[in-house]
């Protein structure tokens, strides 16, 4: 599991979404689904971008977590049961 700190990082700047996506020029839908942590796949250039104008490094961004690590304390997510 990768965790994602967008939105800790966010916090901390005292910056919005928005702010974020005008800074990088990334749609304001894409900065929302890499900080609420719903993206599959994150494009290296809004990567670079990201951590460019929040002055940080992409280790502080994002972390790899084993999954047993991540959900010792959640629930796997389940599978919806097709009718």
Same mark, same amino acid.
């Given at each position: 599991? %990768?965790? @994602? /700190?967008?939105? !800790?990082?966010?916090?901390? #700047? ?7 996506? =005008? *800074? !990088?020029?990334?749609? $304001?839908?894409? %900065? &929302?689904?890499? /900080? &609420?942590?719903? @993206?599959? =796949? %994150? &494009?290296? #250039? ?6 460019? $104008?929040?002055?940080? =490094?992409? #280790?502080?961004?994002?972390? /790899?977590? +084993?999954?047993?690590?991540?959900? #010792?304390?959640? =629930?796997? +997510?389940? *599978?919806? *049961?097709?009718?």
């Amino acid at each position: 599991m %990768i965790k @994602i /700190y967008l939105s !800790t990082i966010l916090g901390m #700047e005292r910056m919005t979404q928005i702010e974020l996506a =005008r *800074k !990088t020029g990334i749609r $304001a839908a894409t %900065i &929302n689904a890499i /900080y &609420n942590e719903t @993206i599959d =796949r %994150i &494009n290296l #250039e809004h990567l670079s971008k990201i951590c460019e $104008a929040l002055d940080c =490094r992409v #280790e502080d961004l994002l972390q /790899y977590i +084993p999954d047993e690590e991540y959900y #010792e304390h959640r =629930r796997r +997510p389940q *599978k919806k *049961k097709v009718k």
